[in-house]
C-alpha cells in the first residue's frame, strides 16, 4: 500500500517538475522575426532527431517535434497580438503557413488563424491523443505540430474555425520584407 503511494507522489512531483520546466522554456521563448522572406522549400524536408535539435530551441523542439504545446499567454503570445500585418512561415523548414489576413483574437491564449485554405503548406490530421479527438494542424513540408483546428466554437469570423497555433512553430516576416534571394 505505502508502495503504491510512494509511486503515485513521485509520478506527480516528476509531472510537476516535467512542466515547469516547459513552462520556464516557454516564458523566454520569442517569436522568430526577420526582414526577408524565406526560400520555400520545393520538397519534403525529412531531418532526425539530432538535426533538428541543431537548428530548433529547445521549446520548439518540444512543440514541433514532440506535439507539444506552449504555456497559454506566454510572451510569444504577446508579441504575435502586437505584429503588425505580415506573413507566417514555419520555423522548422521555412514553408509558407498562414497570413496575418486570417488572424483574429479568440482571447485563448494561443496565435489564432480562422483560414488555411490559401496555403497547401498547412495539413490536417486526426488526432486522437489524451482521450480526446481533435484535428492536428501539421506542416505539411516537414510534418512539425503547429496546433490544432476547432470548428463551431460561434466565433464571429468569416469562417467559423480557429486554428490554434503555438506561436514557437512560427517565423513571422513583416508585411513589405524582401523577396528571398534566388538560388545560385
Ligand atoms: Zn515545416
Redesign the pocket.
Known sequence: MKKTWLIVMTASLGLLVFTSIAQEQGKKEVMKTQETAPAQPEKK?EKTSEEWKAILTPEQYRVLRQAGTEPANSPVYKQFKEQGGGTYY?A??N?ELFSSKHKFDSHCGWPSFYDASDNKNVVLRDDLSHGMIRTEVL?G??D?HLGHLFKGEGFDTPKDQRYCINGVTLLFVPEGGKKPEPKK
Open positions: 524536408v514555419c522548422g523548414c514553408a506542416c513540408k516537414c512539425g
